[in-house]
């Protein structure tokens, strides 16, 4: 009898979740994924490309505008969201809040935000991934924040950047940050990881794992300010493997073209010359906020670190 | 003559619109086989084999389009070079699809219900059944279409309890699960063989 592997193994993940939960996430790559507050959105997005869409009754740009508690999303929305659709559909629970997992899973959705977009409902605790067979994606600022996640069961990670500002800065911070800490665990010896596993709070197995294959051992997406082809493509060279599109497609002045423009600008992401013929006429981006000018309270990645 | 053998040196082509390419390129790999990207025509020259990776269909049929791949990939997919492909690139190359229906390739006799054994809830590793892999072979579905029919002329090599998940016809081979998330996944390794067995000949042919 043959025995068979996942490609990786990977600490805190049985073989079967690898290849599953993991290797669920691996099929997004190189797509996009966009936010869809109803059916009809979703079937645009769909139409234009996307490789998955999340369902969310706010786009995160609405979130800040209308303040107060935000919340997993209306479960009827979401059900109309799956029916119009035949690509995953994706949603947001609150940080923490593990009954709105519960039900997400209930529903059938086929990845769990755990999302700082929303209000967080636990300050303390993130929701214990290991126990859902549903694959949970989470926003990072930095590796120590990536690495407790995944510990959490995590099986997928995306910059945080700053979502609904129309503005990547933050989400270049972030990859930027990310992967100079990946780096500079290569060829490190046992009592630095060691070392860096405390600091981090992590396992050290993690870490060695990071350190040994030079990437996460989850695919590693792009979210929060994308809002132009060139955008998706500079998270991507940066190392995205695949881009989250929030309020920068349906906040735009042509949500279809823009939609198919950003699709095609994470294929080729290499290519200048593609990504000039898609960028061309694409009419008014979503309004930017420039993060400099946002009080602290205002930024929604120093949520659930 | 040593200028045919360095035009049919054993570069399979992986089509690399969206989905897991980087995971077939891997796999290929570990079979010793070089690999190329696929996502324009000229990427189809000179090409020993061809595979069509998991992913979302519907994604790569709107990429298929609009980088003009369309016709010059049907052409590959007609000229008798060893082709593997897994979950969406299965999807790409049956003769009909279902939920939604939607264009493809056609050049498998068979019917295809997308997302066939459900939602990602219902993903996972499941044992095969089948003559031609070990025993214990199992197969990852992920949101796995489903083959409702197959043509006279198109061999089923593999069962998920009943259903059909593996199949061949000439030198087109098709699976609902991803064998490209293993290590060395026998299904893989029948794939290189056939390209390494077809390699072998040209070379002796040119020789």
């Known amino acids: ?305 | 003559m040593a200028s045919d053998t360095v035009k049919t040196a054993p570069i399979v082509g992986v089509l690399a619109l969206q989905g897991d390419f980087a995971e077939h390129e891997a796999a290929l790999r570990s079979f010793g086989l070089p690999c190329r990207r696929v996502r324009g025509a000229r990427d189809l020259d000179g090409l020993a084999g061809l595979v069509l990776p998991g992913g979302e269909s519907t994604t790569m049929l709107r990429l298929l389009d609009a980088e003009g791949l369309w016709q010059p990939l049907a052409s590959a997919l007609r000229s008798g070079m060893p082709v593997l492909a897994t979950c969406a690139g299965m999807i790409l190359l049956a003769e009909a699809v279902e939920n939604p229906r939607q264009r493809s390739f056609a050049v498998l006799p068979i019917t295809v219900v997308r997302n066939g054994y459900g939602r990602q809830l219902h993903s996972g590793t499941f044992p095969l059944r089948s003559s031609v892999l070990p025993a214990g072979t199992t197969g990852t579905f992920i949101r796995a279409p489903r083959i409702t029919a197959v043509g006279a002329d198109c061999e089923v090599l593999a069962w998920r309890d009943d259903d059909p998940v593996l199949v061949r016809r000439g030198p087109v081979l098709a699976a609902c699960f991803h064998p490209e998330l293993e290590r060395r996944h026998p299904v893989y390794a029948m794939f290189a063989g056939e390209i390494g067995g077809r390699t072998a000949t040209t070379a002796e042919c040119g020789a």
């Open chain 1, 1 to 305: 009898m043959t025995k068979q592997h996942p490609i990786r193994t990977v600490p805190g993940f049985t073989a079967e979740e690898v290849v599953s939960k993991i290797g669920f996430c691996e099929q997004l790559k190189g797509g996009v994924v966009m936010d869809v507050i109803n059916d009809e959105q979703a079937r645009i997005a769909e139409e234009a490309g996307a490789c998955a869409v999340m369902a969310l009754e706010r786009v995160p740009a609405d979130i800040r505008k209308h303040g107060g508690v935000s919340r997993a999303s209306d479960p009827g929305m979401i059900e109309a969201i799956q029916k119009a659709v035949s690509i995953p559909v994706m949603a947001k629970v609150r940080i923490g809040h593990f009954v709105e997992a519960q039900m997400l899973e209930a529903m059938e959705v086929d990845c769990i935000d755990e999302s700082e977009v929303l209000t967080p409902a636990d300050e303390e605790f993130h929701v214990d991934k290991r126990v859902f067979k549903t694959p949970f994606v989470c926003g990072c600022r930095d590796l120590g924040e990536a690495l407790r996640r995944i510990h959490e069961g995590a099986a997928l990670i995306r910059t945080k950047g700053e979502a609904g500002t129309g503005n990547v800065v933050e989400a270049v911070r972030h990859m930027r940050a990310l992967m100079s800490q990946i780096r500079e665990l290569r060829g490190q010896d046992e009592k630095f990881l060691e070392k860096k596993a405390s600091e981090l709070r992590v396992p050290f197995a993690l870490v060695a794992w990071v350190a040994e294959h030079g990437r996460l051992p989850v695919p590693n997406f792009s979210a929060g300010g994308v809002a132009t082809p060139a955008d998706a493509a500079l998270m991507m060279q940066l190392g995205a493997e695949a881009v989250f599109v929030g309020s920068g497609i349906f906040k735009s002045g042509n949500p279809q073209q823009r939609a198919r423009a950003i699709v095609r600008a994470v294929t080729h992401f290499e290519e200048p010359k593609v990504l000039v013929e898609v960028s061309k006429g694409l009419g008014e981006a979503m309004v930017g906020i420039d993060i400099q000018t946002m009080p602290p309270q205002d930024r929604l990645a120093s949520r659930g670190i």
